[in-house]
Structures are given as structure tokens and as C-alpha cells.
């Protein structure tokens, strides 16, 4: 097996975690079952000790440091969660923490962080920039620098996970990991070909960073740059040299989400679940419900719901997105006359439809109108892209040409 990483390496990490990590619980989601027809259980990393996963790869890396190298002091750099990791772990040992992080990573991260006595230095707008200024830091002060996923005791603790689901479902067929920088994908693909070879992994990343899928491709690190995503938990430009190898080997296939698909994944486990996913996290659901995995059909498939730290600020945008991409909010204009009566004949048309009016706007000044008319635009709540197109037909059929946004 890869000698970058071992079974025994990953064990080994399963005895330092004990009385540590939580082993998280593996619940059947059937609202998701329908959508990606198989049977679909989620693992409950959000629900682990600080909301994420990566407390088991940044406690295992503090606890085979040598007194030595806790003494000098750890620094890490991290979009939210590893940070939060390496902090409790330095805190247990009795040791100070310093956490890089990009400077618009969302602030309950930061508050969490700096909850467990770590020193905050906020640096760039990606992990990329950040991971520059830890090891700046690193050489300055002579600090010990905790790697948050191209590390061989970082994946040994993350693949614990793969260890717990394939006791808990030995009849796993298919695990589904979001990816980053690729730590928790090659901890967990290392674990379960080593349980049982004939599993696949699956891998997920944002549209908008698919640096690990990238490279893949061209058979080399690559690095991508691109726009934010509210995936912030896995916006790594370039890939670890150690993971890449690892998911090389291991990684049966990588598949993209965009941002509507990923909002729509978190309003989904938010509402149906009842479970709450930050973007990273809802990457996997992301991609069974848009059907991007193939070969899953009637199969068991476990979902990893990598963490639940999504900033609440951020929230309401997401679930807005989300009802926009399920098509259970729609906005549209339709022109009309400017006479009386005009608006309150279409309002009831759309009632009556059980469309229910969120907003109403109407303008007179724009200039691609006639005189005489005026352009109306309403947000409505809807029921599902089924409602939508009732909704279409009906303005159709009282001769109203309606565009949809």
C-alpha cells in the first residue's frame, strides 16, 4: 500500500484519538435517497467535537510532536476549521497556537478559533496566501508549522472516518468526500481500500477551484485560481505534493458542484435533514442530488458531511440561493399597460395560481419602455419548477409575455 501513508499509521491514530474525537453517527437521509435513487447515509462529522472533521488529523499531528517541538509553539494556517483543530490540541498540551487565515474567513470560525486561546493573524483573500504567511511566521519565530492536509499524520487521522463508517455500514459501496487541498480524500481512500478494496471514492470540489480534479488531468500539481465560494472550507489553489499521490492511487473519480448546486445541497439538509452543513460540507449531497456520480444506482452510499461551521451571517444569502436554485423563489417582469386596474388583474391571476407575492415593483421611467406602459417585476414563492411552469402557462394563456429571471 502507499508508503506515504499506512493502515497502521491510520490505527495508530484511532488509539490517540480515543476519548477525543467523537466516533459520529451514520444516519440513512431518504429525502437525499430520492433524489440520487440509492440508499444514502450521511455521516455526521458536523457534529464532531469544534463542528468539523479536522480535529482528528490536527490532534493526531500535536500528539506525535516531540516536547521539543510543542514547546517552540504551533502555527498553522487554515480557512476556519483545522485552525480550530490544532488550537484545542495545543490547548491540551499546554502549548501556544498560532492560526493563519485568509482574511474574509467567516467570523464564527475566528471567534471559535480564538475561543480556544489561539493568536489570530488574518492574511489574504485565499488558504494559498495565508498557508505563505504561516510559513513566513514559521521560519521567523521559529514556530512549529502543523500542515492542514499534506501531512502523513494529518490524513492518519482523517481516515479514522473510513475506519468508523465500514463498522457501523460494512456494506458500504461508495464513500463521498469533499476535497480541498486533499488531506481528508486521501486519509479516507487509504483506509477504506485497505478495509475493502473493492469500495469507491469519490471526490468533490467547487466549480469554482477544482485545483485536485485539475490535476488529475494533466497527470501534475496544478494550481487553479478563481472566485471565492461559499465552499470556503475547500478553496485550495494548488493541491498537497503528498495528497496528490495519494489520490492518484487511490481516488476513483472527482466531480465539480457550482454555488446554486452547493446552496441548494445546504437548504436541503437544513430543511429536510434537519441537519446544518457548512458549503464544504454539502459538497457530497451537491453532487447525488444533481445526479454528477454515476454507477450509484441501488447502491450504499455514505456521504461525508465534512463540518457544520457556516458563518450564520452568511445564512439567509445562502437559503435564498437555494430556494432560487430549487425554483421555490422565482422573480419575472411583464409589461403592461398604464392604466387602472391593470396591476390587480394580474396579482389575482398570480394568486390563484397559489404563487404567494413576496415583492412588487413597478417603474414607468426606463427608457426601453413605451409611453403608456409600464414594466412590473415580482418575486414570488413557489412550490417546485412544476408550480413554476403552471405559473408560466397561466400568464400565457391571459396573454401576458412574462420573462423569468
Known amino acids: 500500500m502507499s508508503e506515504i501513508l499506512t493502515m497502521d499509521m491510520i490505527n495508530e491514530a484511532r488509539e490517540r484519538l480515543k476519548g477525543v474525537a467523537q466516533v459520529t453517527g451514520l444516519s440513512m437521509a431518504h429525502s437525499v435517497n430520492d433524489a440520487a435513487h440509492c440508499k444514502v447515509y450521511q455521516k455526521m462529522e458536523n457534529l464532531q467535537r469544534t463542528g468539523s472533521f479536522k480535529l482528528r488529523g490536527a490532534y ?25 483543530g490544532v488550537a484545542l ?16 474567513a467567516p467570523l464564527s470560525k475566528v471567534a471559535a478559533t ?21 510559513r513566513r511566521l514559521e521560519k521567523e519565530q521559529g514556530l512549529t508549522f502543523i500542515h492542514p492536509y499534506d501531512d502523513p499524520l494529518v490524513m492518519a487521522g482523517q481516515g479514522t472516518i473510513a475506519c ?69 472550507g ?8 503528498n495528497t496528490f499521490d495519494i489520490v492518484q492511487k487511490y481516488v476513483d473519480d472527482i466531480v465539480t458542484v457550482d454555488e446554486s448546486e452547493i446552496a441548494q445541497a445546504i437548504l436541503m439538509l437544513l430543511e ?84 404567494n407575492i413576496l415583492n412588487v415593483n413597478h417603474e414607468r421611467s426606463r427608457r426601453d419602455i413605451e409611453l403608456g406602459y409600464i414594466i412590473v417585476s415580482l418575486e414570488l414563492e413557489t412550490e417546485d419548477a412544476k408550480h413554476v411552469e403552471s405559473l408560466r402557462q397561466k400568464l400565457r394563456e391571459n396573454n401576458y409575455e412574462v420573462h423569468v429571471k
Do not use: W
Not at 89 to 104: D, E, F, L, V
Not at 114 to 134: C, H, N, P, T
Not at 234 to 241: D, L, S
Open 272 to 355: 429536510q435533514v434537519k441537519t446544518v452543513a457548512e458549503g464544504a460540507g454539502a459538497c457530497p449531497t451537491a453532487a447525488l442530488i444533481n445526479g454528477k456520480i454515476s454507477g450509484i444506482s441501488n447502491k450504499h452510499v455514505v456521504s461525508l458531511i465534512s463540518g457544520g461551521n457556516i458563518d450564520i451571517n452568511r445564512m439567509t444569502r445562502i437559503i435564498d440561493n437555494g430556494l432560487i436554485k430549487a425554483q421555490r423563489k422565482v422573480f419575472f417582469d411583464t409589461v403592461l399597460p398604464d392604466q387602472p386596474g391593470t396591476l390587480n388583474k394580474l396579482l389575482a391571476i398570480v394568486s390563484e395560481t397559489g404563487a
Open 89 to 104: 490540541a495545543a490547548q491540551a498540551y499546554g502549548t501556544t497556537s498560532t492560526i493563519c487565515m485568509p482574511a474574509h
Open 164 to 232: 468508523e463508517i465500514l463498522e457501523q455500514l460494512p456494506e458500504t459501496d461508495v464513500i463521498v468526500v469533499p476535497i480541498g487541498g486533499g488531506g481528508l480524500i486521501s486519509g479516507i481512500s487509504v483506509a477504506a481500500k485497505n478495509i475493502k478494496p473493492q469500495i469507491r471514492v469519490i471526490g468533490v470540489q467547487t466549480e469554482n477551484i477544482p485545483s485536485m480534479r485539475e490535476s488529475r488531468r494533466n497527470g501534475k500539481r496544478t494550481t487553479v485560481s478563481g472566485p471565492a465560494s461559499i465552499a470556503d
Open 114 to 134: 480564538k475561543s480556544y486561546g489561539a493568536d489570530i493573524v488574518l492574511k489574504g483573500d485565499f488558504f494559498d496566501d495565508a498557508e505563505e504567511e504561516a
Open 60 to 84: 493526531n499531528k500535536v500528539a506525535s510532536l516531540t516536547d521539543e517541538e510543542r514547546e517552540r509553539g504551533v502555527i498553522a494556517a487554515s480557512a476556519g476549521n483545522h485552525a480550530q
Open 234 to 241: 475547500i478553496m485550495v489553489k494548488t493541491p498537497g505534493r
